[in-house]
């Protein structure tokens, strides 16, 4: 399993941000795929998770502002739209699959400040 994650970067309150996230090896369809977050000084969250393509989990802070989805060709492929970012929301993002024990991402720095 090789899980390559994309589109962090620094954006103002309010503002907006997508992620990605690639499994590049398998061949089969990985059935749940996950968004955990870790600030500075905290455990590592939840942010969101999807089942197939709409079942999906997500932490209370970020309901309604952030939507998980999976690539409509590629189901091994999901994404993350952040809106109304909020300087809470700073953290690095990781993607898993097959829960804590399973496969991580590298990491992607997400930064919410004015």
Known sequence: VHLVESGGGLVQPGGSLNLSCAETELR?????????????????ELVARISGRTDTTYADSVKGRFTISRDGTDENTMFLRMNKLKPEDTAVYYCNVY????????GTQVTVSS
């Open 28 to 44: 089969v369809v990985i059935r749940t795929m996950s968004w955990y977050r870790q600030s500075p000084g905290k455990e590592r």
């Open 99 to 106: 829960g804590d024990s399973g496969y991580w991402g590298q």
